[in-house]
T-cell receptor, first 111, second 109 residues
Framework: DTAVSQTPKYLVTQMGNDKSIKCEQN?????MYWYKQDSKKFLKIMFS???????INETVPNRFSPKSPDKAHLNLHINSLELGDSAVYFC??????????FGPGTRLTVL | EDQVTQSPEALRLQEGESSSLNCSYT??????LFWYRQDPGKGPEFLFT???AGEEKEKERLKATLTKKESFLHITAPKPEDSATYLC??????????FGAGTRLFVKA
């Protein structure tokens, strides 16, 4: 059974488009995250949700909007995509501040 | 500003050649230090959590240690399958975890 799943795995789109990435965890965790990993492999936190409430928003442009319909899901919607948004986006979950379980990543390419 | 620095950026070892990876941190308060392994094209996979100076954790050929300013990941007699990027991360008490840039380890048979 997959613990943290993301869809899609690859996303290729044109500048200016709007796209969404979905994330689901079946671990029963109460905290979920979105991370961005750039071309240098540096992993940087974007958002953190605890019990469906936004806890952390790390100076991410307003074009990025997370949505948590329930504790098991955290989706990421991106408006007006820019070239600099190209990266791998990882979803993760944890129980409180414990170790995190990561999804397989979504590679976003903006042309 | 909270910061996590890993060294070296890359490390090439022969099979069986033991070595250590370093993670130094400057944070306002340490809630936990984590080590993850990341294989190409995959998400990071949890290895260890360390909470206080002097603590050590072991798993197969890996051993993680923690002092007040840094952590080491010791790799004893590595095998080619240990090749991966090793990430260090620090939690300072909130729901924010700061990751280092990672050390890419290559182990040659």
């Amino acid at each position: 059974d997959t613990a943290v799943s993301q869809t899609p795995k690859y996303l290729v789109t044109q500048m200016g488009n709007d796209k969404s990435i979905k994330c689901e965890q079946n671990l029963g965790h109460d905290t979920m995250y979105w991370y961005k990993q750039d071309s240098k492999k540096f992993l940087k936190i974007m958002f953190s949700y605890n019990n469906k409430e936004l806890i952390i928003n790390e100076t991410v442009p307003n074009r990025f909007s997370p949505k948590s319909p329930d504790k098991a899901h955290l989706n990421l919607h991106i408006n007006s995509l820019e070239l600099g948004d190209s990266a791998v986006y990882f979803c993760a979950s944890s129980q409180d501040l414990d170790k995190q379980f990561f999804g397989p990543g979504t590679r976003l390419t903006v042309l | 500003e909270d910061q996590v620095t890993q060294s070296p950026e890359a490390l090439r070892l022969q099979e069986g050649e033991s070595s250590s990876l370093n993670c130094s941190y400057t944070v306002s308060g340490l809630r936990g230090l984590f080590w993850y392994r990341q294989d190409p094209g995959k998400g990071p996979e949890f290895l260890f959590t360390l909470y206080s100076a002097g603590e050590e954790k072991e798993k197969e050929r890996l051993k993680a240690t923690l002092t007040k300013k840094e952590s080491f990941l010791h790799i004893t007699a590595p095998k080619p399958e240990d090749s991966a990027t090793y990430l260090c991360a620090v939690n300072t008490g909130g729901f924010k975890t700061i990751f280092g840039a990672g050390t890419r380890l290559f182990v040659k048979a």
